[in-house]
């Protein structure tokens, strides 16, 4: 299967700050297979970034997706208190689909 | 606006069958992905396996063949049994639809999911 591997596990940053996290995956992915989730406490995880770089209905500008190959980013451009989170990504080249453990991104 | 709501007992024992329900409100079951994820703190997010009404299943095989999906489009619901369930199955499941374009699920993503279920297996 398709190992996500996430980077850093965690990021501690002020709000205002530019936030990039990394999802590299154990084998070339077309883009179009790469999503990435929000998950707050006690939630569901939400769709933020799906197709490596679209983002989904009312997802702020601010978050923003890209990447080839076996490499991908998401970029949170200037943090919000709301966006302090874990953040996933996942991946559907491959079957089983597969989800990366996760970047917590908490103030600092 | 699609919504997902699931239900299902939050313990069971080990060696039992362990079922879940996601009742769909406000949307098609047609050209959708009904799955199920579940998260434990030591596995995070793991995908358990869809249905894709009137096409079929496609499941895990991590879960060597323990899981069943299934739906009834009459009552707008699709469901989760997993059999001889042990601790390590304790998890939070959700129910979440998936999205996709085209016979090769480009742009495939979760973009609705149901509460989440927290089950604990134990005796």
């Known amino acids: 299967e398709v190992v996500l591997t996430q980077s850093p596990g965690t990021l501690s940053l002020s709000p205002g700050q530019r936030a990039t996290l990394s999802c590299r995956a154990s084998?070339?992915?077309?883009?179009?297979?790469i999503a990435w989730y929000q998950q707050k406490p006690g939630q569901a995880p939400r769709l933020l970034i799906y197709g490596a770089s679209r983002r989904a209905t009312g997802i702020p500008d601010r978050f923003s997706g890209s990447g080839s190959g076996a490499g991908f980013t998401l970029t949170i451009s200037r943090l919000e208190p709301e966006d302090f989170a874990v953040y996933y990504c996942?991946?559907?080249?491959?079957?089983?689909?597969?989800f990366g453990r996760g970047t917590k991104v908490e103030i600092k | 606006q699609v919504q997902l709501q699931q239900w299902g007992a939050g313990l069971s024992k080990p060696s039992e069958t362990l079922s879940l329900t996601c009742a769909v409100y406000?949307?098609?079951?047609?050209?959708?992905?009904w799955s199920w994820i579940r998260q434990t703190p030591g596995k995070g997010l793991e995908w358990m396996g869809e249905?894709?009404?009137?096409?079929?299943?496609k499941y895990n095989p991590s879960l060597k063949n323990r899981v069943t999906m299934s739906v009834d489009t009459s009552k707008n619901q699709f469901y989760l049994k997993l059999t001889s369930v042990t601790a390590a199955d304790t998890a939070v499941y959700y129910c979440?639809?998936?999205?996709?374009?085209?016979?090769?699920?480009?742009?495939?993503?979760?973009?609705?999911w149901g509460q989440g279920s927290l089950v604990t297996v134990s005796s």
């Open positions: 996942q991946q559907y080249g491959a079957s089983p689909l597969t």
């Open positions: 249905i894709e009404f009137g096409v079929g299943t």
């Open positions: 406000g949307g098609s079951f047609n050209g959708y992905y």
């Open positions: 979440a639809r998936g999205q996709a374009a085209g016979t090769f699920v480009y742009f495939f993503r979760f973009d609705v």
């Open positions: 084998q070339s992915l077309n883009s179009y297979y």
